[in-house]
Nanobody
């Protein structure tokens, strides 16, 4: 089984910064994608940023230039550095890991979510 444990959420003023962390444990396929999603009240869950184990990052247009996703493969941990935060960034942020394993089975796992609240 795979577990994802997020940390680093909290309350911050507009213009401030937060760093989220997500530690993955269990049977993690080496070739995977780790990502951060968020869900604001009354809205659908959306992709914030993703980073595959083999290469380049991908960001939602709304966070480009302000958020940075990174990963430490040795620690199976993904980070999201969030700068210049805005009230509209308030949401529950979820860590996600997914892959297609050697049996061609798609697997996806989610963390429990961490609340990020940005005050104006």
């Amino acid at each position: 089984q795979v577990q994802l444990v997020e940390s680093g959420g909290g309350l911050v003023q507009a213009g401030g910064s937060l760093r989220l962390s997500c530690a993955a444990s269990g049977s993690i396929f080496s070739r995977n994608v780790m990502a951060w999603y968020r869900q604001a009240p009354g809205k659908q869950r959306e992709l914030v940023a993703a980073v595959p184990s083999w290469g380049s990052t991908n960001y939602a247009d709304s966070v480009k230039g302000r958020f940075t996703i990174s990963r430490d493969n040795a620690k199976n941990t993904v980070y999201l550095q969030m700068n210049s935060l805005k009230p509209e960034n308030t949401a529950v942020y979820y860590c996600n890991a997914d892959w297609v394993d050697n049996a061609e089975t798609y697997r996806a796992y989610w963390g429990q979510g961490t609340q990020v609240t940005v005050s104006s």
